[in-house]
């Protein structure tokens, strides 16, 4: 059975989105599972960035349950008893139990533990690289500095805490082979530098969940391949679960386990990339196609998308 | 530099033209504001008087200094020449109304200057302009920069006192020192809302209003000493900033400028209206002066002259004060900057640099702008407390937008978020503005009608406009990094953004 | 219910002079994002220039038909005070445009201090009353407390209705109206589709001075005095109302001046007169705290 159903991290039941009267996604259920990768893909204005931004908080949901079980799988009457009992999250028995729907933006970041990347780059330009990473540690430093009491005296807790969020930061800069340029503004990188700081950055804020919106965009090949395997790493090697909203057809095949297909806000297709690609619907919706001959011209297309695949 | 750097020849016919279109457009503004004049007779009737010299000497004078911007290419000949020609135009007014006698001297310097700029220009324009500095990484000096600024700082008083003596230096310990320093603490206390997390907020003086009225009422009400209102005052001003910022932090960009206005405006409307507590326009005065800890600065017995053995004189009191002052605003500028390297300084400028990033990396928005606020506040409220106990008489005139206007000007040409940029400014705009009541002796070259005070702030609001218009980035305008790994390297200002709270 | 139809009267007599002069904010804000601090004293230094303009006309020219003053005043001070608020965007704004949002907030704050100091330097610093002007009054009721409707009240509303249409006209049907709700926007994708940005927006501030022109004559006319600090506290009230009409929307800062001055009346009339400006602030930091796009705005996505 695939782990998305076996061993559930996020389950987002029946989400709708409307924006006065336009529906942006209708009725959505998924699941994504612990330690994949999940690509939610779709047309453009599919919805994707809205089911994003639901996860994350930005959006409240019209309607909808998004529960995300940080240790553990959570039994359906777990779930059931937390949306009950009005509450935001519980720990019930060795799991914790997290309704998303119900949480502020920066609660998901900070308890939840959900980061995310942004479509266009939300970086503090104006902050040096190393700044961006210390910033994403906000939370654990805050409480290091005694809400900032033990930090105006500079307690040895805190510089310890201080310096050990330094040296998470460095690991992450060397990963991602910017620490060279760790006192560099982050402003000054350049475009496929600012994509891979940003989600080093995301991922110094320690999460269960890492969400990115279009990672691959505006990379160019060789950044591309370097991308799919920092995403690699960050499943096989921190253990944190990716779901990504990507176009780029080959770094979705390459390293996605799970890929969901939206179009216009309602789900047409679920499953491990392999069904995907083969699914007439998806290869419709995809290139606006309802002929029977272009859908397999069209699949044949994406065959070859496939080939590129190890 | 702003220098123009297109060194072509200017262009005579086009610089007439230009000049000329200006001097139509300045006969056009000033027709019937500045050609005709306003007056009440003697039985109150408001009755009109022509007064076309002014029109005409405005209009020559915009001629002239546009057609010499026109004409000089270098910045600095310009800077030379146009102030010449006001000089020269001023003089022969000055000749053709009071007589020859007295406006050919103005004249002749006016056109010496003028007359001068052209070979200055025509050097300048030969030399080519140096290229701007590349970032050389030089040791770093600042330090030592700043302990020689505050051993200045320090020595200050003592040394205007040995120089001028008890009278003559009492006037600048408390119109240059003082004062500005009260402006560089409240532009730092500022700085920290503004500059630093980047939440625009145009009603600081209310702040600065709690701190003065709460050491004015709990002093004359309670007989609390200065020492214990201070930091009363402190926390009051901030609870306040929470009160207020509370409902309006969730607000963007310049809707919350215009909540802060309308608060600060609010807190004055009431400082004036509730007479029972305020004492209302009258304000509260005999408010009790400092003390040396205890000891007052009296002529008496007990009083600090005869306990420290010297001869009384009101400098003393004057000195205390600056010191007061001083170390007020050191200690705002070492929280400020001790806060920029913990995490929730580093979250003020994260915010200012991009909220909804902040958000997506759990930093709880709200209480890191609500901290900003209430810091600022406080240090309004030291301030305002100091500021009471130096005048020993609050009234709600002291208290107006033009205060929050003044302040916000400082942190904003000062560059947001430096503190030194901050301070320089302060001492730019404070410290001009004083300066031109010592023009008296103009006086003597331009005629007795000359009198440069009524110009004060006119002089005030035109400043504020050039210098943004030559700086629009504040003084210092790159921005120093909290935390560095290797080199500290300042961010270049375009990067930094200023935040749309 | 007399008191109530007389302060109705007076209230939106006051607060179409606000709506006028929150126009001018409103337009400005929409095109380029600026708070114009400077517009108050725009609309001050209006009021003063259609006295100078009445009393020439009056006194040096011995005109005697006070409707034939009162036109060629308000034409003359609305298109004097345009070339003011021309000549203000150019030598002040205009070389801040794009730079940073705080330069262009100062250089107009440094702006209003310069005006109203100039005013005061120029014109002297004592209050300026004017000769009373369109004195008559029309009794609506007969009582103790009788309903008045004075020809003033008349006139300003009147002047405010037959201008604010010509105004709704230019920016509905012409082609300026278009160019500038293209600019609002999207100010380079208008430049690239060949409108005149520059020009749009010195337009824009012309437009917004004779606006506050019209509001100065009338203020200078209702009230019966003028003085150099007049610009301060009716700018902030126009800009209140403009913000809690919607700022960037027309209509909206017809009907925030029009509330605003009806607010600050009744609380003025039924309270006290003391506390109308805090109640007129506190009017505009609720609307905002709870409906922070104000009435006819339009509610902002938060574009993540």
Known sequence: MSRWLSDPLLKVEGLTMRFGGLTAVSDFHVSVGRGDITALIGPNGAGKTTVFNCITGFYKPTQGRLALARKGAASPAAVEALTRSGSRFATLGGSELFLLERMADHEIAHRARVARTFQNIRLFAGMTVLENLIVAQHNELMRASGLTFFGLFNTPGFQRAERAAVARAVRWLERINLFERADDPAGALPYGDQRRLEIARAMCTDPVLLCLDEPAAGLNPRESAELTALLRSIRDEDGVSVLLIEHDMSVVMQVSDHVIVLDYGRKIADGAPQEVREDPRVIAAYLGVDDEAEVLEAESEMAGMAGESP | MAAQQDHQRPDMARALVDAGFAALVTFGLSFPILALRT??????????????????????????????????????????????????????????????????????????????????????????????????????????????????????????????????????????????????????????????????????????????????????????????????????????????????????????????????????????????????????????????????????????????????????????????????????????????????????????????????????????????????????????????????????????????????????????????????????????????????????????????????????????????????????????????????????????????? | MENFLQQLINGLTLGSIYGLIAIGYTMVFGIIGMVNFAHGDVFMLSAFIALIIFLALTQLLGLASMPVAFLIVLVAAMACTALWNWAIERVAYRPLRGSFRLAPLISAIGMSIFLSNFVQVVQGPRNKPVPPMFTDLIRLTDGPLSVTLSYKQILIMAVTAVLLLAFWFVVQKTALGRAQRACEQDRKMAALLGIDVDRTISLTFVIGAALAAVAGTLYMLYYGVVNFSDGFTPGVKAFTAAVLGGIGSLPGAVIGGLLIGLIETFWAAYFSSDYKDVAAFSVLAITLIFMPQGLLGKPEVEKV
């Open chain 2, 39 to 501: 007056e009440q007779d003697m039985q109150n009737r408001l009755v009109v008087e022509q007064r076309w010299s002014w029109a005409i000497v405005a209009v020559v004078a915009v001629f002239c200094a546009r057609l010499l911007a026109g004409l000089l290419s270098d910045w600095r000949a310009r800077a030379v020449a146009i102030p010449g020609a006001l000089i020269g135009v001023y003089g022969a007014h000055l000749a053709l109304t009071v007589g020859p006698a007295n406006g050919a001297g103005i004249v002749a310097f006016g056109l010496a200057l003028l007359i001068g700029a052209f070979p200055l220009d025509a050097r300048l324009r030969e030399t080519p302009a140096a290229v701007a500095k590349p970032n050389v990484e030089g040791p770093d000096h600042s330090r030592l920069m700043s302990i020689a600024g505050i051993v200045a700082l320090f020595v200050f008083p003592f040394v205007m006192l040995a120089w001028l003596g008890p009278q003559g230096s009492l006037k600048w310990i408390n119109n240059y020192g003082v004062q500005i320093l009260i402006y560089v603490m409240l532009g730092w206390g500022l700085n920290i809302v503004v500059g630093l997390a980047g939440l625009l907020d145009l009603g600081y003086v209310a702040f600065y209003a709690v701190g003065a009225y709460s050491y004015a009422l709990l002093s004359t009400t309670y007989g609390l000493s200065f020492w214990i209102c201070l930091p009363l005052a402190g926390v009051l001003a901030a609870f306040w900033g929470v009160i207020l910022g509370f409902p309006v932090l969730r607000l963007r960009g310049d809707y919350l400028a215009i909540v802060t206005l309308a608060f600060g405006e609010i807190i004055r409307v009431v400082l004036i209206n509730w007479s029972d507590f305020s004492n209302g326009y009258a304000g509260i005065s005999s408010i009790p002066r400092v003390t040396f800890f205890g000891v007052p600065f009296t002529a008496a017995d007990n009083g600090f002259a005869a306990m420290m053995g010297l001869e009384f004189t009101p400098i003393h009191r004057t000195i205390f004060l600056y010191f007061l002052i001083l170390c007020l605003a050191l200690l705002t500028n070492a929280v400020t900057l001790r806060l920029r390297a913990l995490p929730i300084g580093r979250a003020w400028e994260a915010l200012r640099e991009d909220e909804i990033a902040c958000r997506s990396l759990g930093v709880n928005t709200v209480n890191t702008k609500l901290t900003a606020f209430a810091l600022g506040a406080m240090f309004g409220g030291f301030a305002g407390s100091f500021f009471a106990v130096r005048q020993n008489f609050v009234s709600p005139e002291s208290f107006t937008f033009i205060e929050s206007a003044t302040i916000l000007a400082i942190v904003v040409l000062g560059g947001m978020g430096s503190q030194i940029g901050v301070a320089l400014a302060a001492v730019a705009m404070i410290g001009g503005t004083e300066i031109l009541r010592e023009l008296d002796f103009l006086k003597r070259i331009f005629g007795e009608g000359f009198d440069p005070a009524q110009y004060r702030m006119l002089i005030f609001g035109l400043a504020m406009v050039v210098m943004m218009i030559w700086k629009p980035r504040g003084l210092i305008s790159s921005r120093t990094p909290s935390i560095f790994l290797k080199t500290k390297r300042a961010v270049a200002g375009a990067l930094v953004r200023e935040g749309q709270g």
